[in-house]
C-alpha cells in the first residue's frame, strides 16, 4: 500500500527566503508525482506535475524534483512572499495496475511572515 | 477558478437528514471524483467515476450514495450521517483517470 509522508507538518519563514518542502513515498513504483497548493477551506490548486520519467519541473518561482528510486520529491519556492502562505500537498499517482489511484500525503502548512 | 464548481460551498445537518452534494464540470473531461478531508487527516479518494461508470469505491460506508447522471455532473447523496463524518468534500475531474486532476472549492459540511 502507497504512503505518502510530508515533513514538515508547518513551516514558518520570513518573506524572501526559499522554502523547501519535503514529500516521500513508498512505493516507487509511480506514474507522476503532483504538487497542489490549499488556501484555508479552499479546494486545491495544481502547481506542478513530474513525470515519472522526469527528473524535475519549473515554473516561475517554483521547482520541483523527482527522485523515484529513493521515493523523494522536493518542492522549492524561491523568494517566498506572504501570498505563499498556505498549505501545500504532494500526491502520487500509481499506474494502471494500481487503478490509477491517486495517494495525498499530508501536506506542508507554510505561513511566511512578511 | 478550476472550471470545477460545488454547491453548496457549506452544509450543516443533523444525523437524520437527508441532503445532497453538486458537483459540476466545465472542462469536457470523462472522470470525476469524490474526496474527503479531515481535520488532521491527508485526503481520502472516496469515489471515481470514469465514462459515467463508477470505477472505484473505496469501502465507503452505504451512507454515502454517489450519482453520475453525466460527464459533467456528479452528486453525493447523504443520509442518516455521523458526526465524523464532518469534513471538507472535495470533487475533481480530469481527461482520463490518469491524467490532471482539477479540483472543485469543496463543500464544508457539519453533522450535528
Known amino acids: 500500500k502507497q504512503e505518502v509522508t510530508q515533513i514538515p507538518a508547518a513551516l514558518s519563514v520570513p518573506e524572501g527566503e526559499n522554502l523547501v518542502l519535503n514529500c516521500s513515498f513508498t512505493d516507487s513504483a509511480i506514474y507522476n508525482l503532483q504538487w497542489f497548493r490549499q488556501d484555508p477551506g479552499k479546494g486545491l490548486t495544481s502547481l506542478l506535475l513530474i513525470q515519472s520519467s522526469q527528473r524535475e519541473q519549473t515554473s516561475g518561482r517554483l521547482n520541483a524534483s523527482l527522485d523515484k528510486s529513493s521515493g523523494r520529491s522536493t518542492l522549492y519556492i524561491a523568494a517566498s512572499q506572504p501570498g505563499d502562505s498556505a498549505t501545500y500537498l504532494c500526491?502520487?499517482?500509481?499506474?494502471?495496475?494500481?487503478?490509477?489511484?491517486?495517494?495525498f500525503g499530508g501536506g506542508t502548512r507554510v505561513l511566511v511572515k512578511p | 477558478e478550476t472550471g470545477v464548481t460545488q454547491t453548496p460551498r457549506h452544509l450543516v445537518m443533523g444525523m437524520t437528514n437527508k441532503k445532497s452534494l453538486k458537483c459540476e464540470q466545465h472542462?469536457?473531461?470523462?472522470?470525476m471524483y469524490w474526496y474527503k478531508q479531515s481535520a488532521k487527516k491527508p485526503l481520502e479518494l472516496m469515489f471515481v467515476?470514469?465514462?459515467?461508470?463508477?470505477?472505484e469505491n473505496n469501502s465507503v460506508p452505504s451512507r454515502f450514495s454517489p450519482e453520475c447522471p453525466n460527464s459533467s455532473h456528479l452528486f453525493l447523496h447523504l443520509h442518516t450521517l455521523q458526526p465524523e463524518d464532518s469534513a471538507l468534500y472535495l470533487c475533481?475531474?480530469?481527461?482520463?483517470?490518469?491524467?490532471?486532476?482539477?479540483f472543485g472549492p469543496g463543500t464544508r459540511l457539519t453533522v450535528l
Open positions: 472542462l469536457g473531461h470523462n472522470a
Open positions: 475533481a475531474s480530469s481527461q482520463g483517470s490518469d491524467n490532471e486532476q482539477f
Open positions: 467515476y470514469s465514462l459515467e461508470e463508477r470505477v
Open positions: 500526491a502520487v499517482r500509481q499506474g494502471k495496475a494500481a487503478g490509477n489511484k491517486l495517494t
